[in-house]
């Protein structure tokens, strides 16, 4: 099968053809590498590789220099799915040319092929404005985890009739702003349904319910890599994180009972070149 790069319009037609988008994490060369291989359609380097690499307790204190290094070298592993790089919290909000500024950077330094920001109708100028640019951009509605100081935590968002109403024309006004596509995250599935139904943009979902045009979930969650923050809506398809420490133990046994290395772990030398060695030493 020939696999060819994954374009906005590849995925704006999924929608049209009712045929569901793929979307996973990836933050490092070998994650984007093993992505890239099962055919996954898009690929999101995202903020949340505050949490699930550097440790933090959310995604508010990366940095651009942090995305733009990721986001590099995910480049370097995947050839064919479609990478969209997060902005970060701070990078778009304040400055609209500064947005514009550090989108293009992604896409400039990061070698992504769109971006993602967070915020409903009060982003919709600075999406117009990375748009007019030539940036293609994905929104990003409901949880959103730049803003979970303001959201009370991470929260359901759109429970009620008013919030989901919210959402809707948040959803709309992204649409009309010129994003190419929709995050829904940890919004209730009959909400999303009407969303995915309203746009004619891809709706791609993470805790949205099955009726969205895709679906999203982080890497370390679905190979249960990652325990410290557990949503209701990941599914995990592998747990991993026994059989790597597993790995790590032995190793360290072997090491501790003198297992590891054998012969075949080591490099040789021939007779008389060891012989010559052993008598250099002796001069």
Same mark, same amino acid.
């Given at each position: ?12 037609? @999924? ?23 099962? %055919?996954? $359609?898009?690929?999101? +380097? ?10 933090? %307790? ?7 220099? %942090? ?44 070698? #992504? ?31 959103? !985890? ?18 989901? @109403? ?15 596509? #929709? #995050? ?6 009959p909400v999303a349904a009407v969303i995915t139904q309203k746009?004619? +943009? ?19 969650d679905i190979l249960g890599l990652y325990d410290k923050v557990? !949503? ?10 026994? !059989?790597?420490? $597993? ?7 072997? #090491?501790?009972?003198? @297992? ?24």
């Amino acid at each position: 099968m020939n696999r060819k790069k994954v374009s906005v319009i590849d995925l704006q037609s @999924r929608k049209q053809s009712g045929q569901p988008i793929s979307m996973l994490t990836a933050y490092d060369y070998t994650g984007a590498l093993l992505v890239d291989r099962a %055919e996954i $359609d898009v690929i999101l +380097i995202g903020d949340s590789l505050g949490m699930v690499i550097m440790g933090l %307790e959310s995604t508010v204190p990366v940095t651009m220099e %942090e995305m733009l290094h990721h986001c590099r070298a995910v480049a370097q592993g995947a050839k064919y799915a479609h990478l969209v790089g997060d902005l970060p919290f701070l990078s778009y909000q304040v400055d609209l040319r500064e947005g514009v500024r550090n989108a293009g950077r992604l896409l400039k330094e990061g070698h #992504v092929d769109s971006v993602k920001l967070e915020g409903g109708r009060e982003m919709a100028a600075t999406v117009r404005a990375i748009v007019d640019a030539g940036i293609p951009v994905m929104g990003h509605i409901g949880l959103t !985890p730049q803003s979970i100081s303001k959201l009370g935590g991470f929260r359901a968002q759109g429970r009620t009739a008013a919030a989901a @109403r919210r959402l809707v024309d948040d959803a709309v006004a992204l649409e009309d702003a010129g994003c190419y596509a #929709v #995050v829904l995250e940890a919004v209730p599935a009959p909400v999303a349904a009407v969303i995915t139904q309203k746009l004619q +943009i891809p709706t791609i979902g993470i805790g949205a319910g099955p009726h969205c045009d895709g679906q999203v979930l982080v890497f370390h969650d679905i190979l249960g890599l990652y325990d410290k923050v557990q !949503p209701r809506f990941v599914k995990g398809y592998a747990q991993l994180q026994q !059989p790597i420490i $597993d790995a790590f133990t032995a190793f360290r046994e072997d #090491v501790v009972n003198h @297992r590891f290395p054998e012969d075949e772990h080591s490099f040789a030398m021939k007779p008389d070149e060891l012989e010559a060695f052993y008598h250099s030493l002796k001069e």
